[in-house]
């Protein structure tokens, strides 16, 4: 085929569009794939690209936002005592307000093996990043659990603070966090 064409591939359960004689998309009843043949990759030129289920996920050549500014969907939790455990499902939620009381405080973080399961983190290198509130009358000070670590030891967040929390995956079963305080 020299033009553009549609080839159903009844076989293997499939569409094939094809653009002067190249497969340039095969759908299925489960996913629509652009083959390897297809170097110069996905152009969407009008209505954006929504994502419905299931996430996108980009395995190379990064992401670059020409125009506008990314979003996301925060869910606060709300912690009041003296110490409290930051566990995975609290990273993944994004914002954190403790109301420290009592005198100082301490904040665990979960194990490596929880982070790197819950968020998910699914290969070295790969961050996220949480916010931290303090928003008590105690100076609070982070501690580690089995396979993480703090790039910056002994790190606090003083009354009425905040901090960012930059989450890294180094290793299967390591994570390192970064404290980034007022």
Request: hydrophobic residues 45%; glycine residues 12%; charged residues 10%.
């Amino acid at each position: 085929m020299s033009g553009f064409g549609f080839r159903r591939d009844i076989a293997n359960s499939r569409l094939i569009v094809e653009v002067a004689g190249t497969g340039v998309i095969q759908a299925t009843t489960t996913a629509v794939t652009i083959p390897a043949a297809v170097t110069s990759g996905l152009t969407i030129v009008a209505g954006g690209l929504a994502v419905t289920a299931g996430g996108l996920t980009i395995t190379a050549g990064g992401l670059t936002l020409v125009e506008g500014r990314f979003t996301e969907l925060l869910t606060v939790v709300d912690d009041n005592s003296q110490n409290m455990t930051l566990a995975a499902a609290d990273i993944v939620a994004g914002i954190n307000v403790h109301t420290s009381a009592t005198g100082p405080g301490t904040v665990t973080v979960d194990t490596a093996a929880n982070i790197i399961a819950g968020v998910p983190l699914t290969a070295n290198g790969q961050c996220i990043v949480s916010y931290y509130i303090n928003d008590g009358d105690q100076t609070v000070t982070f501690a580690v659990a089995a396979g993480t670590t703090i790039a910056d030891t002994g790190n606090t967040v003083l009354i009425n603070e905040s901090a960012v929390l930059l989450w890294r995956r180094v290793s299967g079963s390591a994570v390192v966090l970064y404290i980034v305080s007022s």
